[in-house]
Antibody, heavy 123, light 107 residues
Framework: EVQLVESGGDLVQPGQSLRLTCTAS????????MDWVRQAPGKGLEWLGR??????????EYATSVKGRFTISRDDSKNSLYLQMNSLKIEDTAVYYC??????????????WGQGSLVTVSS | DIQLTQSPSFLSASVGDRVTITCRAS??????LAWYRQKPGKAPEVLIY???TLQSGVPSRFSGSGSGTEFTLTITNLQPEDFATYYC?????????FGGGTKVEIK
């Protein structure tokens, strides 16, 4: 059974840093592109970024809103995905989802999502 | 960056109704669009990808169409579990993005 479990969410002050971890199981983690998506309370979904698989050399893409502040990495030996968040702002308060992407017949979609990890940025 | 604009933001409907949600892209995106449904307190689930391909296991009352800059998600015979929020999603052109969402409420 595919599972994605996020951890590391916390209450932090503005300007602080935080690292989220997504632990994957039930599939060959190294084969898949992995993305982070967040959702502020009562708001819509926001794509944050992607890290490609080992075949595509773990290259990354980021949303304009977080580029330079957030860094996505992975450790395939630990089946783990990471989101390092620096210089956190109040508007970064959200539930952060780890997602697995899948290419199928020329199309892409997220076929599995984690349960989400709440990050609250407040003084 | 490409923007996706969904309309309407909210709609009220009854069980058995047919509803249509539109997603407009700020520039042409071919058919690089997916649709997701998010039930309250749950993670989103994919309904449609590549504009019109129905994800395996998704009921046939869901259908998608469009290409370029205008896309639609149509739900026929609305069921109780369809009262949720729907998002369109641009894939394959970076940075990826989601539409603002359409909340379907019970009339």
């Amino acid at each position: 059974e595919v599972q994605l479990v996020e951890s590391g969410g916390d209450l932090v002050q503005p300007g602080q840093s935080l690292r989220l971890t997504c632990t994957a199981s039930g599939f060959t983690f190294s084969d898949h592109y992995m993305d982070w998506v967040r959702q502020a309370p009562g708001k819509g979904l926001e794509w944050l970024g992607r890290i490609r698989n080992i075949a595509d050399r773990h290259t990354t893409e980021y949303a304009t809103s977080v580029k330079g502040r957030f860094t996505i990495s992975r450790d395939d030996s630990k089946n783990s995905l990471y989101l390092q968040m620096n210089s956190l702002k109040i508007e970064d308060t959200a539930v952060y989802y780890c997602t697995r992407g899948r290419w199928n017949a020329g199309g892409w979609y997220y076929d599995y999502w984690g349960q989400g990890s709440l990050v609250t940025v407040s003084s | 960056d490409i923007q996706l604009t969904q309309s309407p933001s909210f709609l009220s409907a009854s069980v058995g109704d047919r509803v249509t949600i539109t997603c407009r892209a700020s520039q042409g995106i071919s058919r690089y669009l997916a649709w997701y449904r998010q039930k309250p307190g749950k993670a989103p689930e994919v309904l449609i990808y590549t504009a019109s391909t129905l994800q395996s296991g998704v009921p046939s009352r869901f259908s998608g169409s469009g290409s370029g800059t205008e896309f639609t998600l149509t739900i026929t015979n609305l069921q109780p579990e369809d009262f949720a929020t729907y998002y369109c999603h641009l894939f394959n052109i970076y940075p990826l993005t989601f539409g603002g969402g359409t909340k379907v409420e019970i009339k």
